[in-house]
């Protein structure tokens, strides 16, 4: 999820708490606010792209940070820098309480989409995701911003609570949603078991089915109520699909040598590492270069450039390992 949706999720979480009736713990703008920056920091690890984009991707991105054994840590570190706030010095252990609710209520939401995290890191380097979610998910946020603003006129706490629970409700459709989807792609391939289905953007009934092949893929762009193509009309619905084949790189036999010896470059192992579905996205070829470049058909939207490409260039003499920008054609990054 996006870094604001984090920080409003967590503040309703704050206000979900219950409360006793002494002033000193009826200041819920307070607690609202330490839990809100609490459920925003694990996205401070973005500072690691700007370092080494490729290592943030694979290695750093929703790790230290994301850890569920880490949280005790991250909280001390946030309640050590709240304490110039005289309020925090008074009330610490509160203060530490409502980090660690903010940190724990990032990693949650942070599950739900493709990218997933590594919740036991340092221990364990599995990446974990239920990929019901889209990265940025406009109906969640809608209902975490109603629900933040009604706490202006009602009861605060049984508002929170009402948010959260439409909230699960909202989650709990979208994991309906998503078995349907994969219910559509299984009865396309009624034999295969390698089916997966990630969410899209803009709908909960838009769904990218991607079936695995061990020479190709097949990607088909599914809207479950469409009749036949949805308002974007690379969405169809379960009778009108647009099944398009991808080759991944190891396909030694649809693909020269120089594609096959830019994928196995040691290089760009770490994006080996990250990509789940990996493809041959282009191959450009200059007077005196040529640049083969890869992504991953989880961030590949049909109307869309996708946001991770990575590759590398030959110039007759060495490999050079780049990244094209995104929201470009082909500006690149050395890495």
């Known amino acids: 999820m996006d870094t604001i949706t984090h920080a ?21 703008v307070r607690r609202m606010a330490i839990t809100g920056t609490a459920a925003a920091f694990p996205d401070i690890d973005y500072l ?8 943030f991707l694979a290695d750093w991105h929703r790790s230290f940070t994301h850890s569920l054994l880490l949280v005790p840590l991250w909280a001390a570190l946030l309640t050590l820098c709240s304490l110039p ?3 925090a010095r008074e009330h610490w252990r509160s203060v530490y309480a409502l980090c660690c609710l903010g940190l724990l209520s990032h990693l949650p939401l942070d599950l739900l989409t493709p ?3 590594k ?15 889209f990265f ?3 109906y969640f946020t809608a209902i975490v911003v109603v629900t933040l603003l009604l706490l202006l006129w009602h009861p605060p706490r049984r508002v929170a609570l009402s948010g959260l629970l439409i909230l699960s409700g909202y989650l709990g459709s979208q994991w309906l949603l998503k078995s349907e989807a994969l219910q559509v792609a299984a009865e396309q391939f009624p034999q295969s078991k390698d089916l997966h289905a990630l969410p899209q953007p803009f709908s909960p009934f838009y769904w990218q089915l991607i079936k695995r092949h061990p020479e190709h893929y097949q990607v088909a762009y599914l809207s479950l109520t469409a009749e036949r193509q949805a308002i974007i009309k690379d969405y169809r619905s379960e009778r009108n699909l647009e099944w398009k084949t991808y080759q991944p790189p190891g396909d030694q036999t649809q693909q020269s040598s120089m594609v096959q010896i830019a994928w196995q470059h040691e290089r760009l192992q770490k994006f080996r590492e990250f990509a789940h579905f990996p ?26 450039t996708p946001p991770f490409r ?15 920008k995104r929201f470009t054609t082909a500006e690149r990054q050395p890495l």
């Open 119 to 133: 919740l036991f890191y340092p221990l364990a380097t599995t990446s974990y995701s239920l990929a019901i979610s």
């Open 310 to 324: 990575y590759g590398m260039c030959h110039d007759q003499q060495q490999w050079k390992i780049y990244r094209l």
């Open 279 to 304: 493809i041959l996205y282009r191959l450009d070829r200059y007077q005196d270069e040529t640049c083969i470049w890869f992504t991953d058909l989880r961030y590949t939207l049909p109307y869309l």
């Open 8 to 28: 409003l999720f967590g503040a309703v979480c704050a206000a979900a708490l219950p409360r006793s009736s002494s002033p000193e713990s009826t200041d819920l």
């Open 48 to 55: 690691g792209f700007w370092v080494d984009p490729l290592l």
């Open 136 to 138: 940025i998910d406009g």
């Open 115 to 117: 990218f997933g995290l």
């Open 85 to 87: 706030w005289q309020w």
